[in-house]
């Protein structure tokens, strides 16, 4: 038997770390310098960051690098030294005293208790040239960093995620075909451990492609080292809640969760695989990704009550936020939608590269010229008479780096045919509605008449996400709202997206100039915003990719629309028929506005409502004729008069009277879409 050469084996392995080892290139200049004692060169180096980043893998890479320029290297280990300055001291032994030593600390958050005493007198007792490395999960202490003493000789360094090009590069060394890449990289956000457990197994499986899952053993080992230990239930709960909603607030976790909000949001703001914003915090993706997996495949049931217990706060959030936080109110809504195929039409990571404003006068000159530039002249010359008429309808987006408009939209409402004879896109609108479902009496419509960005003229883009966020925040928050439409370059870009929200397009095409545009509508008395969006929400709670995708659709006419004659006919009729269930069963009521959102029967809704008219003056009357007609089961008028002990004629009065004060009730409730006993108790104020 041959004698091996000893360390050809760890010759080996370092070579192959070294093959494998991608990016850090700025920690890895700056660690150069302090081994060479450049100018300015920091000798103690801080780095921390979440599980799974690579701060071991680096701290290896550095140690090769010091020992190859021929320094000592101490290398020790937070997990398996005694967190005391004894066991500390121990643990780096005589060797840390040499000349040039570099001293490597790995998982610091397992003795983090030692920072003071380190900083302030085992650090200042090495000698001159020696170099330290720390890496743990958490950031150093403000007063170790805000000490001026150090401010020279500590250099505090957030690791972050793998750049694109840096992460593709891991793995295409780990072997794994570029066709697969998009998948892996989506999934782990460029997580140098995901990427790396995630490529070992996607290479295993033949014939990856962008259709590519990760296993919930890769899911299990991240979760592992990414989390650590996670103090209790309350607290796991509220990191999946983190990562299902775009943002966490305090008040989002108070909503959820109760008392126990302000201890669970500290704890959160804490992690070091979470981050800070202006409206709350955020996982990172690669945390997000496996949380949001994990509890699908652990407790499916858990998920479902979680995201409609998360979405039903967001939606009355977008109903009742102040005109100011509308916009952040309803993007975090739609990114309880991002699994959907329609997600891909969204620049959620461009967030803050412009900023919504209402328009003024003095960007009026801007807005007409951006137009003209995307539009042409004829469109211009149409929205300055949308200028001049709705300026509170348009709003501008303002690049947050130039300062200058770069975008703007126009979201016009209208209760009548007001610029038909000018615009044809708005003539096209009316031309719809009108030979499908007139408006009726106060409902109105609105129009995303103008979405322009030259520079991405109505592509994915941050100013087009804003709109279409406004958009939806306005449809939610919008009382009597018949038609939406919303106005598209006609070049099938948006076909299906828009199908997918079920606007569908419209026959008509308007030209305007030299180009064609398409009207996508939706009349929201047919199918209502709560059933949409419980529509929306059943589609991304879905484990079937076909029912997350774009849809070629007709209208959702789940609910009819009724105009006022055909109405009151169908209140009569109902009255009639109210003991033969089988002719009750075909009224119209039945599939309106009225009953859908009453949670009651057509049966139950119209004996509360003749109840609701005692409240009413002279009310008692005309309850009184209305009950003994139709509820009491009086088989005839002239019985019911009689039963009533009033003359015939004044009987009939009675109820005629009554009739028109429960028709005009309903109706009302129909328009309004308030409650039948509300009316009733504001008709007595």
Known sequence: MGVRRRGALGDALEAARDQAFVGRTAELALFREALTDAPGACPVHYLHGPGGIGKSTLLRRFAREARRAGRPVVEVDGRTLVPTPQGFTAAVGEAVGEPGVVLMVDTFERCQGLESWLCEEFLPGLPVGSVVVIAGRRAPDARWTSDPGWADLLRVTSLRNLPPDDAARLLHVRGLKAGAHQAVLSFTGGNPLALTLAAAVAVREEGVRSGWKPSQDVIATLLTELLGDIPSSAHRRALEICAHSHVTSETLLRALMGAEAPELFAWLREQPFIEPTGAGLFPHDVVREALEADLRWRDPEGFVDMHRTVHQYL???????????????????????????????????????????????????????????????????????????????????????????????????????????????????????????????????????????????????????????????????????????????????????????????????????????????????????????????????????????????????????????????????????????????????????????????????????????????????????????????????????ERLGLPFSTYRRHLTSGIDRLTDLLWRSELSGTKITELGQAATR
């Not at 305007?512 to 199918?527: E, I, N």
């Not at 033969?580 to 599939?591: F, G, Q, T, V």
Request: charged content about 25%; aromatic content about 8%; hydrophobic content about 40%.
């Open 315 to 641: 939606v009355e959030r977008v109903r009742t936020a102040p005109e100011e936080q509308m916009l952040a109110a309803t993007g975090a809504l739609l990114f309880l939608y991002r699994r959907e195929a329609s997600a891909n039409f969204r620049k959620w990571r461009e967030g803050g590269h412009v900023e919504d404003e209402p328009y003024t006068d003095a960007a009026r000159g801007r807005v007409l010229e951006l137009v003209e530039t995307a539009e042409g002249g004829a469109s211009a010359s149409i929205c300055r008479f949308w200028l001049d008429r709705q300026p509170e309808a348009f709003r501008v987006y303002r690049s947050t780096q130039s300062g200058e408009i770069v975008a703007f939209f126009a979201w016009l409402r209208l209760r009548e045919p007001l610029g038909a004879d000018v615009d044809p896109v708005v003539d096209a609108a009316w031309a719809h509605a009108r030979s499908t479902a007139p408006l009726r009496p106060g409902e109105h419509m609105a129009l995303a008449r103008f979405s322009v960005h030259p520079p991405l003229y109505q592509r994915t883009s941050a100013p087009m996400d804003l709109m279409h966020w406004r958009s939806l925040g306005e449809i939610f928050r919008a009382d009597r709202l018949a038609w939406t439409f919303v106005v598209m370059r006609d070049n099938g870009y948006w076909d299906d997206y828009l199908s997918h929200f079920a606007m569908p397009p419209a026959a008509r095409r308007p030209r305007v100039g030299q180009h064609t545009y398409a009207l996508f509508g939706h009349d929201w008395r047919t199918q209502p915003v709560g059933s949409w969006l419980d529509a929306r929400s059943n589609a991304t709670l879905s484990d079937d990719p076909e029912a997350r995708r774009p849809h070629r659709t007709g209208e959702h006419a789940e609910l009819v629309v009724l105009s006022r004659p055909e109405f009151d006919t169908a209140v009569r009729d109902a009255l009639r028929t109210l003991r033969r269930p089988d002719a009750l069963a075909d009224n119209p009521l039945n599939r309106s506005r009225l009953v859908s959102e009453s949670g009651a029967t057509l049966p139950e809704l119209l004996a509360s409502a003749i109840e609701a008219l005692r409240e009413g003056r002279s009310g008692d009357k005309h309850h009184r004729a209305l009950t003994t007609t139709y509820l009491a089961g009086t088989p005839t008028q002239e019985a019911a008069a």
